[in-house]
């Protein structure tokens, strides 16, 4: 999953007009040999191989189970499928099986009668799947099975860590504060954020808060929509003091997330900066910027989030999310079907040797290759729960009003209460 | 003096075919008798212009009046896109963005640009148009390297240009290696500066059109008026300064209002350099207005912004009609109305 906004309005602006052009063109079943069968249209992001060959695979091998039923994939770039989807939910017209984020964006689908409710149809997958369903319940039903999961830490250079004589990856923020002085003492830039995108800085403010709130607070938050507890202010005061330690990139307020060598992420696979707080896709991203395609290489590290002292939140609850598959509410019922059978064992474990993500069926989290990944794992499922991205959580309004206040403090233009404020408007908006 | 037609033979040029049209009736007319020649010609004629204009009122209908009526309309409800509208709130989206911050500074923004890009590339591409008009060496290569930018798509432009002026990119490196590296800046990460280094772009991208159009302009210009200055002796900056620029007056109004109109809609380049940051310091109406309706789905608030852009466009365009635009309106060659 890759997850860069920013560009995605010039994606929007580029390829509106193809799209319209194309739009109507996906139609065009003539004639299908197996008689009265059904169709099943399937978006996807896999849009490149091993992944786009093997969700072929995969779906000819459904066909071949479940005679008349014809599936017709979309293989998509990932913004321009969430462009597509956008429409499409607006239009009405979506895909029978498409990929929901969960969180916020999920329940205003489902307030707007778009998706099916799977729980009943679905049952043995979700309890195969266990925790990681929540982020895609809706007043305890259940309208999406995640298929692949991950979290977000601090990925490191460990040659620059040895460089600074960082001898182990912290744990706590006071460890934190004196390895990014190392670094410095070092002539090292410690650590790369991609606030141009703001996502990536607002990262910070959702992990303080994992740290400093209880698990009780932030539900309470999510379903009440009040952010009155004292925890997201003091998030926002550790987010200051933080900042005011001046760790930072060189002109980190411009910086994009993942699109070029200057990036976040590409300032960290180019060996620019030692560290960068990032999600699972962050190996995969990096192996796109630089030239010899392997990224940090060998030289990848990852630590978790460091615990913050008396903090109420579990130290360690890992941030992330993840892409689940649904079915929209008009889709035929063999979409559920279709559905499960992604989240079987079988083609989970395929899913996992192609490293297509992390997978959530517990029968395929052992054959993830990549080490790295493999070690993302461990940690998403020895963790009492998988926090989601707020922005997610609490869905694009209220996400996108809190993203913008916390990339302010950054530039040294907001504060803790602004944060919190920011959001409860928005929220009071809602 | 863009291209004025000369008036006095505009009658006979075949070009005029609509004139054209209308002579055969009007010669035929005082040899008719009745009034029903009349009528029947004054049917066919509104026949003509409905067939003649409806295609393009159709589309204009659709892609532009229908579009305005519908964002009033979803500026009136609280919507996020999905599912029916239902949720009526008056006024209200139009005082949550006229009292929120972020929008007010970016039509604060808007206003800075405007004037900023008159104030710029009025004299510089004034200068150039004049250096461009005189008989010198690589005068087309030149003007082809000016007017270049301008054809360039602003999404390309857009991104070379964050390559370029990314720390340690190109610009830092060239400033460096002419011994000013002490002046190196963030230019798009500093929100002190990143409003100007955006400017610095848009007159890169934007000054070939002033160019393009100062120099058609100085076509228009007679050369018998240049020939007896020359003959009472004046000198080649008085030439300029008595009759070049004045008589290039209307081109440059016209100008100065497709730049108006141009940094009231803002966006693709802003967008691409720096999406309205850092700090919403180079925020604009209309990258506020996307990062409203599209990335946070509040499309009724998004409509609202929109209705009030249009408001002030309007209003802006209006006003620089009727006061600076007015004279040359009544100057233009009026369309000849053909009486019968």
């Known amino acids: 999953m890759v997850r860069n906004r920013a560009l995605s309005a010039v994606a929007i602006l580029a390829t509106a007009t193809v799209l319209t052009a194309c739009g109507g063109g996906g139609d065009s079943d003539s004639g299908s040999d197996s008689g009265s069968g059904t169709t099943l249209t399937w978006w996807h992001n896999s849009n490149s191989d091993p992944g786009k060959g093997y969700y072929e695979k995969v779906a000819a091998d459904f066909e071949k189970a479940n005679p008349g039923v014809n599936i017709e994939i979309s293989a998509l770039a990932h913004e321009d499928m969430l462009t597509r989807l956008d429409a499409a939910f607006q239009t009405g017209d979506t895909p029978d099986v498409y990929m929901e984020r969960g969180g916020g964006e999920l329940a205003s689908h489902v307030e707007a009668g778009l998706t099916k409710d799977i729980s009943e149809d679905s049952a043995e997958a979700i309890e195969k799947i266990g925790g990681s369903v929540a982020g895609w319940q809706v007043d305890g039903k259940t309208y999406a099975l995640p298929y692949s999961v991950g979290v977000v830490g601090f990925w490191y250079n460990k040659d620059l860590f040895a460089q600074a004589g960082i001898t182990a990856a912290p744990t706590t923020m006071a460890e934190l504060n004196d390895a990014v002085a190392k670094l410095k003492a070092a002539g090292i830039q410690p650590i790369s954020v991609g606030a141009g995108d703001k996502w990536p800085a607002a990262h910070y403010w959702y992990y303080n808060a994992v740290r400093e709130c209880s698990e009780d607070a932030i539900e309470e938050a999510a379903t009440s929509r009040d952010f009155s507890d004292p925890c997201f202010v003091k998030a926002g005061e550790d987010l200051e003091a933080f900042v005011a330690t001046d760790p930072f990139n060189e002109g980190f307020l411009a910086t994009p997330a993942q699109t070029g060598p200057a990036s976040a992420s590409g300032l960290l696979a180019t060996g620019k900066v030692a560290m960068e707080l990032a999600g699972h896709w962050e190996p995969g991203v990096m192996q796109g910027l630089t030239e010899d395609k392997m990224g940090l290489g060998d030289k990848t590290g990852w630590f978790p989030y460091p615990a913050i002292e008396g903090g109420q939140g579990d130290p360690t609850t890992p941030l992330g999310g993840g892409d689940a598959w649904a079915c929209s509410a008009e889709a035929p019922p063999e979409c559920t079907d279709f559905i499960n059978y992604l989240l079987s064992d079988e083609v989970q474990i395929g899913f996992a040797q192609n490293d297509m993500g992390l997978p959530t069926n517990p029968a395929a989290t052992g054959s993830v290759k990549d080490p790295a990944l493999a070690d993302l794992i461990t940690v998403r499922d020895e963790a009492p729960n998988v926090q989601l991205y707020f922005d997610t959580l609490f869905g694009e309004n209220i996400g996108g009003a809190m993203n913008d206040e916390i990339a302010l403090v950054f530039a040294g233009e907001s504060s803790a209460q602004g944060i919190v404020d920011a959001t409860q408007a928005a929220a009071d908006n809602e | ?340």
């Open chain 2, 1 to 340: 003096m863009t291209a004025r037609p000369t008036g006095t033979n505009v009658a006979a040029t075949p070009r005029d075919t609509a004139g054209a049209a209308d002579r055969a009736p009007r010669s035929a007319a005082p040899a008719a008798s009745g009034g029903r020649r009349r009528l029947s010609s004054n049917a066919r004629k509104r026949a003509e212009i409905a067939f003649f204009t409806a295609p393009a009122l159709a589309l204009l209908t659709l892609f532009v009046v229908v579009p305005v009526v519908q964002a009033v309309r979803y500026s009136t409800y609280k919507w996020n896109g999905l599912g029916p509208m239902d949720d009526f709130v008056g006024f209200d989206n139009y005082t949550q963005a006229l009292t929120d911050d972020v929008f007010t500074s970016a039509v604060m923004h808007n206003l800075v640009i405007i004037v900023l890009s008159i104030l710029i590339q009025l004299p510089l591409g004034l200068a150039i148009a004049l250096l461009l008009n005189r008989e010198i060496r690589g005068r087309s290569f030149l003007r082809v390297v000016i007017f270049m930018p301008y054809v360039l798509a602003e999404v390309v432009a857009g991104v070379v240009w964050v390559l370029l002026l990314q720390p340690e990119g190109l610009v830092d490196a060239a400033l460096d290696g002419v011994g000013l590296g002490g002046l190196t800046q963030l230019w798009l990460g500093d929100p002190n500066i990143a409003l100007f280094t955006v400017m610095v772009v848009l007159t890169w991208k934007y000054l070939g059109l002033a160019v393009l159009l100062f120099l058609a302009g100085l076509q228009g210009v007679p050369e018998d008026v240049y020939e007896a200055a020359q003959l009472d002796g004046a000198s080649w900056w008085q030439v300029q300064r008595r009759i070049t620029i004045p008589l290039l007056g209307p081109t440059i109004r016209t100008w100065g209002f497709l730049s108006m109109i141009g940094s009231l809609q803002l966006f693709d380049m802003v967008w691409i350099l720096t999406g309205g940051g850092p700090a919403n310091a180079t925020v604009t109406m209309a990258t506020y207005l996307i990062n409203q309706g599209t990335d946070r789905s509040l499309y009724g608030y998004a409509s609202a912004v929109a209705v009030i852009l249009f408001g002030i466009s309007l209003v802006l365009a209006v006003v620089y009609q009727f006061f600076v635009l007015r004279r040359d309106n009544e100057n233009a060659p009026k369309p000849r109305k053909v009486k019968r």
